[in-house]
């Protein structure tokens, strides 16, 4: 079919329909029909093109493209398609290829395609290739990590093709375990790692694996060696198919090592079921452990409340009552019996009664033993003797006033306070004052006059 023996406005809206934008062209180069076949061409503004000269629509280093196809006048087999930018009244510039036509009286038709689909599809392409380098590159660094952890892992890992048995990869934990480096594994029946006489048990573990998918667990010997080993299982798939992750692992034997961890599990779990508070410490204070008796005192619902913290926050006394166990424990000393407060996670205190001892091993470590007071004083026969300095004072009734009684008594309790507290302080005499909640001056002069300081030293001490 000869294009020139169309008419021009049917050809155009033919044209129109089959292509993105279709302009006829007259001689003198305005625009004198526009069809666009997509609603994308509508929104470029073409329809405003009408009447005006085709060159005048494009930006300007597309108008001498525009020129050479108005002069073309090429037989349809010679036709070239030419890139040509439109501006769009959004202030951006719209891609159309165009090829042109002859038609009837000297006009031109021009067809045009619109790249914008093409560029948006170029711009999926390579955020495709972008997102695919990303996600390999991903897979490169996960199998990197795998491989590392495969082979530095001290436990001897197989991995076995559940189809044909064979081994599809083993790391060097394997070859520590057989004792032969120079065995090549990789491609070898999994079976022959095994003595004779265990191959049931494995061929057994195996096929329940892969019936159930859970971890199955045997006892089997390696060939070679007279020691039996602990063999699990687990099957997984993938694109080649299932495979088995198999752990061997040496089995413990009966020796005094075995014996010590059950004796460590037990006193763990007796220490869980202390009835006493029980918590554990490294040598800064920071709590490592506790027991549901110790949370019951300290006040929390959870062992991670306090697990990481600093015991001495939970002192009503805080530093002061640290400064007199860390000088004790750290000459290993145990503390017994000693009398603080402690702070609840609801802000009350409580009193207890503290017992303290340094851990050596496996690393330095302290043991806290906290009892709640008030339940011992309640559980304590009110009826029992009274305490002798107090007997002796309590003889003195009906031979001596009340008052001199009573005074007696205050500085009979003060000194022996007093006494207590440079005890547990190892003669520390500002850490007793806090304890005592005095101020220092006020120790002093009760240090003196209780006969337990010189003159000179109260002297030197507050000047």
Not at 206 to 216: F, I, P
Not at 325 to 342: G, H, I
Request: net charge negative; glycine share 6%; with cysteine.
């Amino acid at each position: 079919m000869n294009p020139k023996e169309l008419d021009s406005t049917t050809f155009s809206a033919l044209l129109g329909a089959v292509s993105d934008v279709s302009l006829t062209i007259g001689g003198d180069g305005i625009v004198e029909e526009v069809s666009t076949g997509q609603d994308m061409m509508a929104t470029l503004g073409c329809q405003a093109w009408l009447g005006k000269a085709w060159i005048d629509t494009v930006t300007v280093e597309s108008k001498k493209k525009i020129q050479e196809l108005l002069a073309a006048d090429k037989a349809p087999t010679d036709l070239t398609w030419r890139h040509v930018n439109h501006p769009t009244p959004a202030g951006n510039e719209a891609a159309i290829q165009y090829i042109t036509v002859q038609l009837k009286d000297n006009k031109r038709l021009a067809v045009g395609r619109n790249l914008e689909r093409l560029a948006e599809l170029q711009r999926r392409l390579v955020e495709t290739q972008q997102s695919v380098e990303r996600d390999y590159l991903r897979l490169r660094h996960i199998e990197a990590r795998y491989r590392v952890l495969f082979e530095s892992s001290p436990e001897a890992v197989i991995m076995v093709d559940a189809k044909s048995n064979r081994i599809v990869e083993a790391n060097m934990g394997v070859q520590t375990l057989l004792k032969d480096a120079s065995k090549r594994l990789v491609g070898r029946d999994f079976r022959d790692c095994f003595n004779t006489h265990s191959l049931g048990d494995v061929d057994t573990l195996l096929r329940t694996a892969l019936a159930t998918g859970r971890v199955e667990i045997c006892t089997a010997k390696l060939a070679g060696i007279p020691s039996a080993v602990s063999v699990s299982a687990i099957v997984f798939r993938q694109e080649g198919g299932a495979q088995f992750l198999v752990r061997l692992s040496r089995q413990a034997a009966e020796d005094p090592v075995s014996e010590n961890s059950n004796t460590a599990a037990v006193l763990s779990m007796a220490m869980a079921s202390f009835p006493d508070g029980w918590v554990l410490t490294d040598h800064t204070g920071t709590v490592k452990s506790i027991n549901e008796e110790g949370m019951a005192l300290f006040g929390l619902t959870a062992a991670s409340q306090v697990i990481g913290q600093p015991i001495e926050r939970w002192f009503a006394r805080g530093g002061v009552d640290w400064g007199v166990f860390t000088t004790s424990l750290k000459q290993q000393v145990p503390v017994r019996n000693f009398a603080t407060e402690l702070k609840t996670l609801s802000g009350m205190t409580l009193p207890v009664e503290v017992s303290a001892v340094p851990l050596a091993k496996p690393e330095s470590l302290y043991a806290f033993f906290v009892r709640d007071m008030d339940r011992r004083m309640q559980s304590t026969n009110l009826s029992q003797p009274l305490p002798a300095p107090l007997a002796e004072l309590s003889q003195l009734v009906g031979r001596r006033p009340m008052k001199d009684i009573v005074g007696e008594t205050v500085d009979t309790i003060e000194r022996i306070c007093i006494e207590a507290a440079l005890e547990l302080t190892h003669n520390n005499r500002a850490s007793a004052a806090e304890m005592l909640g005095l101020s220092r001056q006020s120790l002093y002069v009760k240090l003196r006059r209780f006969g337990i300081l010189s003159e000179n030293d109260t002297d030197a001490a507050l000047s």
